[in-house]
């Protein structure tokens, strides 16, 4: 079973605060692939990296992979009230398995 | 498109009951999963299902079966409700996005209690 730690768990902050969430690994990953899950609702995907090195942008949101393939991070800049939610990391394979979260509350 | 369905949206139980989550999806996705997400635990990954009869355990299968007998549906059977099967439930349909790696389109859940 693939050992995905995410940190921090938990992560208050200001409108407009840039941040950096991990997701870490005890082997290589395959591929990894970043969710943001809102309350009451399912995962939605943001972004799958396969190559080490790999950096994508999604507007606001970078995402990297560890040269080694065994991390990840996700760093939003200038955070906005919508950014709030869950977000998970999840190596995949023929099955998924998934970090245990980190939850951002932007406020206002 | 609707997407990935569940039903229903909460369910209560007592203990020693038996029911079953449905999920169905109308996007023609060969593989389907099921998962149950607990405080601190993130997601894990119950049973998945690689196309219609095909069915394999993943990480926490005890207590849950399953089935597969079309392309859209894909049920998970409780079949005898225990405490520690309160969770919430979440259905996933997905594709080949590219060369193995799958897109993952999740349901809305099941929240289930049991007493």
């Known amino acids: 079973t693939q050992l995905l730690e995410q940190s921090p768990q938990f992560l208050s902050i200001q409108e407009g605060e840039n941040l950096t969430v991990y997701c870490n690994s005890s082997s290589v990953f395959s591929s990894l692939q970043w969710y943001r899950q809102e309350p009451g609702e399912g995962p939605v995907l943001l972004v799958t990296v396969v190559t080490g090195g790999e950096v994508k942008k999604l507007k606001r949101l970078t995402f990297q992979f560890g040269d080694a393939r065994k991390d990840s991070s996700l760093h939003i800049t200038a955070a906005q009230p919508g950014d709030t939610g869950l977000y998970l990391c999840a190596e995949t394979g023929n099955q998924f398995y998934f970090g245990t979260g980190t939850s951002l509350t932007v406020i206002p | 498109n609707a997407g990935v369905t569940q039903t229903p949206k909460f369910q209560v139980l007592k203990t020693g009951q038996s029911m079953t989550l449905q999920c169905a999806q109308d996007?023609?996705?060969?593989?389907m999963s099921w998962y149950r997400q607990d405080p601190g635990m993130g997601l894990r990954l119950i049973h998945y299902s690689v196309g219609a009869g095909i069915t394999d355990q993943g990480e926490v299968p005890n207590g849950y079966n399953v089935s597969r007998s079309t392309t859209e549906d894909f049920p998970l059977r409780l079949l005898s409700a225990a405490p520690s099967q309160t969770s919430v439930y979440f259905c996933?349909?997905?594709?080949?996005?590219?060369?193995?790696?799958?897109?993952?389109?999740f349901g809305p859940g099941t929240r289930l209690t049991v007493t």
């Open positions: 996933a349909s997905s594709y080949d996005q590219t060369g193995g790696i799958y897109e993952q389109y």
């Open positions: 996007m023609n996705h060969e593989y």
